[in-house]
């Protein structure tokens, strides 16, 4: 890749290295330079731009990442599409996010222009949570490099999602008679929403005297009764791999494989199994919903995962928790809700399927078939299949047979009486429609049958509120086209909208928060406003 300093001229087909206004707007870094942006640049008064120019073998930022995350992706994990060189990647399911460290390292280290950031291994996740970026930091990579970096990932997904396996869990809480006991109420509600967080579910609750034979019987009925793991509660802390508790496990026929761990709190925990159902002395501290080292065990035996020894001795990376003295289970544990900003963005979508047809001779167009189906199944086929949900069909004229045209397919809809008085009521009916915990939503035309999922989900990927990017429209030769995702910020504004129009003004009073998503095709510039447009449908 070649830097240099150009002049406006010799420019076209190069990639800009800094944002540059020209003519009221802004070229961001990243954009490949047009005849028409010489243009404006020239009209503009700028004689010179610095860019960069491919060399032959270079892969763009986009297609690398892209390539990288493919073979990165593995079980249970959502790549999202590359914008700006980033390619995400999102959890499909609750669980645990598995992956070899060394892995991820030896390829951070292999060259600088290409990185992954994940969230720490056996993290627990939820599903829709991002768990990793595939980040190109040039604009262009090496195909050298690239072709090493996707080599050391060619035998197998570099990260999983282990899924959490719905276990049922069985609970023995010992007692000393006569003794300070502790209420069994809060543990066995406490270990229930634990159980919970992780998929599993609490099926079996007992007590018994703090006597190995105790302990050992009444693991033998947890075992019975059909439960994937046993979890021993003792009256009194595990001090040695002789005391009660694993003595219990030993005489019901199991084995005590490890005793203490790294972790504080939660040091004293004890881990064994009987058969091929572990079974887990549980330290003090997990008779209290704060994080604690029972928790890091839990979540890996709830995903199906083995914890070894050496599982638990490696665990000291991150373990002080104790510092912390407030310690409440994180909010996405509590909830299943991932933040904003660790999640994937929630985008609905709104197909405007409402217009007249003025200038089709009496037709609907949206009726009409192209490539053998009906223009308004073609378009609404292409939403379903990107990464927006859900989606709303606004109809307006010839509302039964828009429906009809739309059997079967999982979408809304909402009718617009109004529909004869122009596009911005059929706008603001959707605009309505969209769900309270949407992000924001692409507004999609119904009459634009080229449109592909590929195109929508690169304006999802493009989305990004904390970056400024709450616009985003896609480009093709420098011309804006649809669809355009829009923000939930801008719902109030486009609910104000009235007469012919969509929110087009909209966009020119926010240029600052527009991000111009280029295209490789036109699809997103050709819409059917009349007969002589079906002339040519490929």
């Not at 954009?31 to 892969?59: N, Q, Y």
């Not at 899924?163 to 543990?187: F, Q, R, W």
Request: glycine share 12%.
């Amino acid at each position: 890749m070649i830097y240099a300093d150009m002049p406006v001229g010799q420019a076209e087909g190069a990639i800009l290295a800094h944002g540059q206004f020209a003519g009221g707007r802004k070229l961001p870094k990243g954009h490949r330079i047009t005849a028409a942006d010489i243009a404006a640049l020239d009209a503009a008064g700028i004689v010179s731009v610095s860019g960069f120019r491919l060399e032959p073998g270079d892969v763009g930022e986009d297609e690398a990442a892209a390539q990288v995350a493919a073979i990165a992706t593995g079980e249970h994990i959502r790549q999202s599409a590359a914008f700006t060189g980033r390619c995400n990647l999102f959890a499909e399911t609750d669980g645990v996010l598995v992956y070899d460290r060394e892995r991820l390292d030896a390829l951070n280290l292999l060259d600088e222009a290409v990185t992954i950031a994940a969230l720490p291994p056996y993290e627990p996740v939820r599903k829709g949570q991002m768990l990793a970026t595939v980040k190109i930091i040039p604009f262009a990579v090496e195909g050298a490099v690239l072709a090493r970096s996707t080599g050391m990932l060619a035998d197998g997904g570099l990260l999983r999602v282990a899924p959490y396996s719905g276990m049922k869990a069985g609970l023995v809480e010992t007692i000393i008679p006569g003794g300070k006991n502790k209420p069994s109420d809060k543990l066995v509600k406490v270990t229930a929403e634990r159980l919970q967080n992780v998929g599993a579910s609490l099926v079996l609750s007992a007590q018994c005297s703090h006597h190995a034979g105790d302990v050992a019987d009444h693991i033998g009925r947890q075992l019975e009764a059909g439960c994937d793991i046993v979890l021993v509660a003792g009256a009194s802390a595990t001090t040695d791999r002789r005391d009660v508790v694993p003595a219990g496990i030993v005489a019901a026929g199991g084995a005590v494989d490890h005793f203490g761990m790294p972790v504080d709190p939660g040091n004293l925990l004890l881990l064994g199994h009987v058969g091929a159902v572990p079974v887990v002395g549980m330290p003090g501290c997990a008779r209290s919903p704060k994080v604690n080292g029972f928790d890091f065990v839990l979540q890996r035996l709830a995903a199906g995962l083995t914890v070894t020894p050496r599982d638990i001795m490696r665990m000291g990376a991150g373990g002080l928790l104790k510092e912390i003295g407030v310690r409440p289970l994180p909010r996405a544990q509590a909830t299943g809700e991932p933040t904003r900003a660790g999640r994937a963005p929630r985008i609905a979508a709104i197909v405007l399927a409402a217009g007249m047809s003025s200038r089709m001779g009496g037709r609907n167009k949206l009726l009409r078939e192209i490539g053998g189906a009906p223009m308004i199944r073609r378009t609404v086929d292409a939403v379903l299949a990107s990464g927006a949900s859900p989606i709303t069909v606004v109809t307006g004229r010839d509302e039964a047979e828009i429906r009809a045209a739309l059997s079967g397919l999982a979408v809304s809809f909402i009718h617009n009486p109004d529909f004869a008085a122009g596009m911005a009521g059929s706008l603001k009916a959707g605009i309505a429609a969209v769900t309270a915990d949407a992000d924001g939503a692409v507004v999609a035309l119904g009459d634009m049958p080229f449109v592909t999922a590929h195109h929508i989900d690169r304006l999802i990927a493009a989305y990004d509120e904390d970056e400024g990017r709450t616009i985003c429209v896609p480009t093709h030769d420098g011309k804006w086209g649809n669809p355009v995702l829009w923000s939930r910020r801008y719902f109030p504004e486009m609910l104000a909208i009235t007469g012919d129009k969509g929110a087009r003004e909209l966009l020119h009073t926010y240029a600052d928060k527009l991000c111009e998503v280029p295209m490789d095709d036109e699809g997103i510039l050709r819409d059917f406003d009349t007969p002589e447009a079906f002339g040519k449908t490929d």
